[in-house]
């Protein structure tokens, strides 16, 4: 166990919707990362926040959006959802910045 | 575009044999991870090698990161079915780390 807790851990939903998920770091972590892992793609980077702010971005589609809160949680927004966008989606954390990011269970999404 | 390429993709290898997978890219990193993922769950960082050449174990796992830090391998002895699992190595660019592929490794009793 990491300390990272991912909800929901499965989610399957239709095109064109919106979903969230949630993303609690490890205690004391004050930075957040997204990471988007496919078949095909492997695992890719989308975006990291740390104390609130936005830090760097990656390969996120503009449908896409993420915020990190005052108690640190993060959200990753999915809006107008395509097949294409199924994948597990990853949540990891750390410390400070460039240190050993730890990962989260992940959520399966599923867009039918 | 990926960054880093990860060699063989797939392994499926019996108990007790000694294997050796690769992580390969044309950039330079400042530093290199590896990670095991099983399935259902996030990848657990394994080690981390930072300077050109070091070599680093983890019990039957040895670690090591190219003089150039520009490609690692890693290369378990005597495998066990326990090590299945899918091997990913990471660079670290900036704040956050571009992966390979992964290698997924099946060990059979």
């Known amino acids: 166990d990491s300390g990272v807790t991912q909800t929901p851990k499965h989610l399957i939903t239709a095109t064109g919707q919106r979903v969230t998920l949630r993303c609690s770091p490890r205690?004391?972590?004050?930075?957040v990362y997204w990471y988007q892992q496919s078949l095909d793609q492997g695992l890719q980077f989308l975006i990291q926040y740390y104390n609130g702010e936005e830090r760097a971005k990656g390969n996120i589609l503009e449908r896409f959006s993420a915020q990190q809160f005052p108690d640190l949680h993060s959200e990753l927004n999915l809006s107008s959802l395509e097949l294409g966008d199924s994948a597990l989606y990853f949540c990891?954390?750390?410390?400070?910045?460039?240190?050993?990011?730890?990962f989260g269970p992940g959520t399966r999404l599923l867009v039918l | 575009t990926q960054l880093l390429e990860q060699s063989p993709q797939f392994l499926s290898i019996q108990e007790g044999e000694n294997l050796t997978v690769y992580c390969n890219s044309s950039?330079?990193?400042?530093?290199l991870q590896w990670y095991r993922q099983e399935p259902g769950e996030g990848p657990v960082l394994l080690v981390t090698v930072v300077t050109g050449g070091e070599v680093k174990k983890l019990k039957r796992l040895t670690f090591q990161f190219g003089d150039a830090r520009k490609d690692s391998s890693l290369h378990i002895t005597a495998a066990q079915p326990g090590d299945t699992g899918l091997y990913l190595c990471?660079?670290?660019?900036?704040?956050?780390?571009?992966f390979g592929k992964g290698t997924s490794l099946l060990v059979t009793p």
């Open positions: 205690s004391g972590d004050l930075s």
């Open positions: 990891a954390s750390s410390e400070q910045l460039q240190e050993t990011q730890y």
């Open positions: 950039s330079v990193f400042s530093s």
């Open positions: 990471a660079g670290a660019s900036g704040y956050a780390l571009n």
